[in-house]
């Protein structure tokens, strides 16, 4: 058993949680077999890092793994974390609290394909931006970003100056030894300078535990502990920016002591695992008595595809209400519109509650069914 990722504590394997197939957070489908624990002192949900979890995101993360269900074909790989329309609105909330001067300097951690970088340079033209990255696959793209210097690649420490903001939109949960890393990063802040973090919350979506590469499953409650343990104190920290997510900004400093108590995140984690078991069940039903469509072609659209493929049940095609999507396939499948269902279909809607239940609502409800987990 490994150690717990934020004690000296031990954390327990949650049960059920090795049957369910999993997803990568760039939408690729990945087998079952892996493992979530939730720490017998601290109470934090993480996967444990063993060397077979180590090894696996590797694999992840080199991308090399052939893509099993489209009989190898490439499937067109979306970017992970917030796309350029949430990042716009995530910037638009924080910038309430942040109140940014016209000039500044700002990095973004894990900057992906530049969706941030693009909405911060359309906010603040005359910021001075940069990203880091673990590969220069997006440099090109990055680099032509308005503002921004540079793209920088490997250590943090190698990276010249310090910034008046550092983001870190959905990477926070991807890094193994997550306190030491923010304690890091308060070298690269000048003075003043402050973290703006967006991390997926546990408690509203239990899709987030079926991404393997998701190390730390984060509620307020964890996020404050890790912020504090790390060095800074936290400004904000709120779970209604972003549907679905965890958003803070923190600046180096003293510890305020947490106000936020979001329950037991191993109860929640637990409840997670047996919904998404009895998701898979109520779907499976319900593809054997019709046409069958699933809602969505990323995280939890392509987990539920993957399992139910790969244990005998049918998938007839997607539904995406993006239209950049719809026309393609994913996973073998075509990626039909709302408006091109065929009248006695079903199209099953895996989504965090609230989102499932506006979809449904929008869309028709009877043809489009919300998952009745969540009821
Ligand atoms: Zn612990």
């Known amino acids: ?24 957070s760039d939408c690729r489908p990945w087998p079952a077999g892996g493992g979530i624990a939730a720490c017998h002192a601290c109470g934090v949900v993480q996967k444990p890092c063993d060397p077979l979890f180590l090894d696996e995101i590797g694999k992840i993360y080199s991308g090399y793994e052939i893509y099993q269900l489209s009989s190898g074909l490439e499937q067109p790989v979306f970017s992970a974390g917030l796309g350029e329309a949430r990042s716009m609105t995530l910037l638009k909330r924080a910038f309430e609290t942040l109140q940014p001067a016209a000039r500044g300097r700002m990095l973004d951690v894990g900057c992906g394909n530049g969706g941030l ?3 911060f340079a359309a906010r603040l033209p005359e910021w001075c931006l940069a990203g880091s990255e673990m590969s220069d696959t997006h440099k090109k793209a990055i680099e032509s970003i308005p503002g921004v210097e540079a793209l920088y690649v490997g250590d943090i420490d190698d990276i010249p100056g310090t910034f008046n903001l550092i983001t870190m939109l959905h990477s926070l949960e991807h890094i193994t030894e997550p306190v030491a890393f923010l304690a890091k990063l308060k070298a690269r802040l000048a003075q003043g300078g402050r973290l703006l973090i967006e991390v997926p919350d546990l408690h509203q979506n239990p899709f987030d535990l079926l991404i393997a590469d998701h190390v730390t499953h984060f509620s307020r409650t964890i996020l404050h502990r890790t912020l504090s343990a790390a060095g800074y104190a936290v400004e904000r920290l709120s779970n209604n920016w972003i549907a679905k997510e965890l958003s803070a900004i923190a600046t180096p400093g003293e510890a305020v002591s947490g106000i936020y108590d979001d329950g037991n995140d191993r109860a929640a984690a637990v409840e997670g695992i047996a919904r998404l078991t009895r998701m898979i069940a109520e ?8 046409t069958f469509g699933i809602f969505g072609t990323s995280i ?7 399992q139910l493929l790969q244990t005998g049940a049918k998938v007839d095609f997607f539904v995406d209400e993006d239209q950049t999507r719809v026309g393609r396939q994913h996973m073998g499948l075509p990626v039909l519109g709302a408006a091109n269902i065929a009248p006695g279909a079903k199209v099953y809607v895996p989504l965090a509650p609230a989102v499932a239940r506006a979809v449904t609502g929008r869309l028709g409800v009877g043809q489009f069914v919300a998952p009745s987990v969540f009821n």
Do not use: N
């Open 1 to 24: 058993m490994s150690r717990c990722l934020f004690c000296e504590g031990e954390p327990e394997s949650l049960s059920g949680y090795a049957a369910l197939h999993r997803v990568t």
């Open 117 to 119: 970088l693009k909405s």
């Open 283 to 290: 779907a499976r039903d319900i593809a054997a008595q019709q």
């Open 300 to 306: 939890a659209g392509t987990w539920l595809a993957a």
